[in-house]
């Protein structure tokens, strides 16, 4: 999320430089279709307009470093409409700035951070599920009490599920399973997020 909020502010500089929106629009969507003057024949209007059409979101984008070009291409087009651009006047309003980043953040939320930080959450309440079951195979027992708390966390079926899971294995199996499924939660946490897979090992 990070280096993407970095590329919105890399294509900002490039439209700086270049002084024109179209061209700017140009480079990115040459950039993406490595398609050259000669073939590319597009209306940016018509093109932007394609956002409006999305329905749900990519999980692909969501796990990569940059924007959609779709996004991108509307940010430029909401910089470009600072009235201290097109005045030519470069130091830039912070009033103005607030006000265009939050419609790239609105973007960015809906259609790539907000489908990533879900993922994130869904893989963390994974490894709290192991966490909890290594707890629960280490004692030996599914007492009711602990199958109440557990349905509390994590719902009637996560709870059907792990005591079906667990008849199924000796203890010493048990305790090998899950500490597998653990590491392989942990592992997968990783990858969507190493701050926050850090976390739940230390």
């Known amino acids: 999320m990070h280096d993407r909020a970095m590329e919105i502010s890399a294509d900002r500089i490039g439209l700086v430089a270049s002084g024109a929106i179209d061209v700017a629009i140009r480079a990115l969507i040459k950039t993406a279709s490595g398609l050259n003057d000669r073939h590319l024949r597009f209306d ?50 912070s009033k103005n700035l607030i006000q265009i980043d939050k419609r790239i953040e609105e973007d960015l939320q809906r259609f790539i951070d907000g489908p990533a930080k879900q993922k994130i959450a869904n893989a963390e309440r994974d490894v709290a599920m192991w966490m909890r079951a290594k707890t629960i195979v280490a004692k030996g027992t599914f007492t009711k009490d602990e199958q109440s708390k557990f349905k509390d966390e994590f719902g009637d079926q996560m709870l059907v599920k792990m005591t079906t899971f667990l008849k199924g294995l000796s203890k010493s199996e048990s305790i090998d399973t899950v500490e597998a499924k653990l590491n392989e939660s942990l592992s997968y946490l990783s990858t969507l997020s190493p701050t926050a897979s850090r976390a739940w090992r230390s």
Not at 55 to 75: M, Q, V, Y
Not at 76 to 88: A, V
Request: with cysteine.
């Open 44 to 93: 940016v209007s018509s093109f932007m307009r394609q956002m409006d059409k999305i329905e749900g979101t990519d999980t692909r984008a969501a796990e990569s470093t940059h924007p959609s070009i779709l996004i991108r291409c509307r940010a430029l087009i909401w910089f470009s409409l600072n009235e201290d651009f097109y005045t030519g006047n470069l130091q830039f309003s």
